[in-house]
C-alpha cells in the first residue's frame, strides 16, 4: 500500500454516509485525503467532516483513479454500477448495500467475527445487514463454545435504517397526532408513530420478507456453516436509532446464562449490561450513538435442554453500518490487503 491513502465515500449526503465520514474521522483513519460522493443533484454541496466540511463531488465510472478504498453507501443499484468500475480502477470497494452480500466472490465480513475470510477478497467486500451485524458478534463466541443448532430472532428495527426520509417522516406523524391531524403517510405503508409494522422490506414468496431472509442468509455465510437454522420476524418500530433484538438460541453442548455472560463479556465489539434485579438491561437509547453491541436479559430457555435467551441492542447506524465498514477498512490495512490484484480487476464487469 501507498503512503498516501486515498478514501472515497460514496452516498455521502444520506444518513449513513454521514455517519461514514463521521467514523473516519473519530477513529483517526489513516486516510491522506476523504472524497464525498453522490449523485449530480447534490455535486457542489457540502458535507460535514471534522471541524470542517468536504465539498461533494459526482459519483461517475471515472470517479476512482487514484482512490485506494471506496465505501459504499448509496443504494445496491448505484453499487452494482459504480463498484466494478472502482475494482478496475485498483480500488477495493467495501459496500454497505445488500447487493453483492450474497455474491460467492465477494466476502461478508464482520471484523470482530470473520476478519479472515478478506484474505479471498476479489476487489469487493460486503457490509452486512444491520441487523444481522448486532446479532453476529453476540452469537460467534456462542457457536464457537456450544455450538449453534438454532436461532429464532424477533427484530424491533429503528426508523432511521430506511434513511432521512423516515426519520422525518415519524417526527411529522408525532406532532401531527398530538395537534389532532390525520397523520400522513408516505415512507411505510401504515403509520409509524405510536405503532409496531411487522413488515421490513418486501414480502417474498415464502411469506417471509427480504429482510428476514437477509438476517438467515447472511447469519449462516458469516459463520461459515450451513447446519446453523436460523429463522427471523423483523418489525419496525417508533424508534430513531437503535435496533432491539429478542434472540432464542439452542446450542449442541450446554451453556449456562452465567456461562454466556463471561464468554459474551470477554467478546470482542460485546458490552454486557444485565443485572435484571436492579433494572439494568440494554435499551435503544443506551446504543444510540455508541460503537459497541449490548446485550442483557440472559438466560436460560427451560423449554428446551439446551436454550439461551438474550436481548441485544446497538446503533443502527453507527455499528450496524459505518463502524463495520470503517472496521473493515481498518482490518485491510491491518492485513496489507489494500490492494486488487490484477488478474481480479475485470472480475466484476
Same mark, same amino acid.
Given at each position: 500500500?501507498?503512503?498516501?491513502?486515498?478514501?472515497?465515500?460514496?452516498?455521502?449526503?444520506?444518513?449513513?454516509?454521514?455517519?461514514?465520514?463521521?467514523?473516519?474521522?473519530?477513529?483517526?483513519?489513516?486516510?491522506?485525503?476523504?472524497?464525498?460522493?453522490?449523485?449530480?443533484?447534490?455535486?457542489?454541496?457540502?458535507?460535514?467532516?471534522?471541524?470542517?466540511?468536504?465539498?461533494?463531488?459526482?459519483?461517475?465510472?471515472?470517479?476512482?483513479?487514484?482512490?485506494?478504498?471506496?465505501?459504499?453507501?448509496?443504494?445496491?443499484?448505484?453499487?452494482?454500477?459504480?463498484?466494478?468500475?472502482?475494482?478496475?480502477?485498483?480500488?477495493?470497494?467495501?459496500?454497505?448495500?445488500?447487493?453483492?452480500?450474497?455474491?460467492?466472490?465477494?466476502?461478508?465480513?464482520?471484523?470482530?467475527?470473520?476478519?479472515?475470510?478478506?484474505?479471498?477478497?476479489?476487489?469487493?467486500?460486503?457490509?452486512?445487514?444491520?441487523?444481522?451485524?448486532?446479532?453476529?458478534?453476540?452469537?460467534?463466541?456462542?457457536?464457537?463454545?456450544?455450538?449453534?443448532?438454532?436461532?429464532?430472532?424477533?427484530?424491533?428495527?429503528?426508523?432511521?435504517?430506511?434513511?432521512?426520509?423516515?426519520?422525518?417522516?415519524?417526527?411529522?406523524?408525532?406532532?401531527?397526532?398530538?395537534?389532532?391531524?390525520?397523520?400522513?403517510?408516505?415512507?411505510?405503508?401504515?403509520?409509524?408513530?405510536?405503532? =409496531?409494522?411487522?413488515?421490513?422490506?418486501?414480502?417474498?414468496?415464502?411469506?417471509?420478507?427480504?429482510?428476514?431472509?437477509?438476517?438467515?442468509?447472511?447469519?449462516?455465510?458469516?459463520?461459515?456453516?450451513?447446519?446453523?437454522?436460523?429463522?427471523?420476524?423483523?418489525?419496525?418500530?417508533?424508534?430513531?436509532?437503535?435496533?432491539?433484538?429478542?434472540?432464542?438460541?439452542?446450542?449442541?453442548?450446554?451453556?449456562?446464562?452465567?456461562?454466556?455472560?463471561?464468554?459474551?463479556?470477554?467478546?470482542?465489539?460485546?458490552?454486557?449490561?444485565?443485572?435484571?434485579?436492579?433494572?439494568?438491561?440494554?435499551?435503544?437509547?443506551?446504543?444510540?450513538?455508541?460503537?459497541?453491541?449490548?446485550?442483557?436479559?440472559?438466560?436460560?430457555?427451560?423449554?428446551?435442554?439446551?436454550?439461551?435467551?438474550?436481548?441485544?441492542?446497538?446503533?443502527?447506524?453507527?455499528?450496524?453500518?459505518?463502524?463495520?465498514?470503517?472496521?473493515?477498512?481498518?482490518?485491510?490495512?491491518?492485513?496489507?490487503?489494500?490492494? =486488487?490484484?490484477?488478474?481480479?480487476?475485470?472480475?466484476?464487469?
Amino acid at each position: 500500500m501507498s503512503k498516501k491513502l486515498v478514501v472515497a465515500v460514496c452516498g455521502a449526503t444520506g444518513a449513513v454516509g454521514r455517519e461514514m465520514l463521521k467514523t473516519l474521522h473519530d477513529r483517526n483513519f489513516p486516510a491522506t485525503e476523504v472524497i464525498p460522493f453522490a449523485s449530480a443533484r447534490s455535486a457542489g454541496s457540502k458535507v460535514p467532516y471534522g471541524d470542517g466540511e468536504l465539498t461533494v463531488r459526482e459519483l461517475t465510472e471515472d470517479s476512482f483513479a487514484g482512490v485506494d478504498l471506496a465505501i459504499f453507501s448509496a443504494g445496491g443499484s448505484t453499487s452494482l454500477k459504480f463498484a466494478p468500475h472502482a475494482v478496475k480502477a485498483g480500488c477495493v470497494v467495501v459496500d454497505n448495500s445488500a447487493a453483492w452480500r450474497m455474491d460467492d466472490r465477494c466476502p461478508l465480513v464482520v471484523p470482530e467475527v470473520n476478519p479472515q475470510h478478506l484474505e479471498a477478497h476479489k476487489g469487493i467486500i460486503a457490509n452486512p445487514n444491520c441487523s444481522t451485524i448486532q446479532m453476529i458478534v453476540a452469537l460467534k463466541p456462542i457457536h464457537d463454545a456450544a455450538k449453534i443448532k438454532r436461532v429464532v430472532v424477533s427484530t424491533y428495527q429503528a426508523v432511521s435504517g430506511t434513511g432521512q426520509k423516515a426519520i422525518r417522516e415519524l417526527e411529522t406523524q408525532v406532532r401531527q397526532l398530538f395537534n389532532m391531524q390525520e397523520p400522513e403517510v408516505n415512507v411505510y405503508p401504515h403509520r409509524i408513530a405510536f405503532n =409496531v409494522l411487522p413488515h421490513i422490506d418486501v414480502f417474498l414468496e415464502n411469506d417471509y420478507t427480504k429482510e428476514e431472509m437477509k438476517m438467515t442468509n447472511e447469519t449462516v455465510k458469516i459463520l461459515g456453516d450451513p447446519s446453523v437454522k436460523v429463522t427471523a420476524t423483523c418489525a419496525r418500530v417508533p424508534v430513531f436509532y437503535g435496533h432491539s433484538e429478542a434472540v432464542n438460541v439452542e446450542t449442541v453442548a450446554k451453556l449456562t446464562a452465567a456461562e454466556c455472560r463471561a464468554l459474551l463479556s470477554q467478546a470482542p465489539g460485546v458490552q454486557v449490561y444485565d443485572n435484571p434485579r436492579e433494572k439494568m438491561y440494554p435499551m435503544a437509547i443506551d446504543a444510540a450513538g455508541e460503537d459497541m453491541t449490548f446485550v442483557g436479559r440472559i438466560r436460560e430457555d427451560e423449554t428446551i435442554e439446551n436454550g439461551l435467551n438474550m436481548w441485544i441492542v446497538a446503533d443502527n447506524i453507527r455499528k450496524g453500518a459505518a463502524l463495520n465498514a470503517v472496521q473493515i477498512g481498518e482490518e485491510l490495512i491491518r492485513r496489507d490487503l489494500l490492494r =486488487v490484484k490484477d488478474e481480479d480487476r475485470n472480475t466484476f464487469l
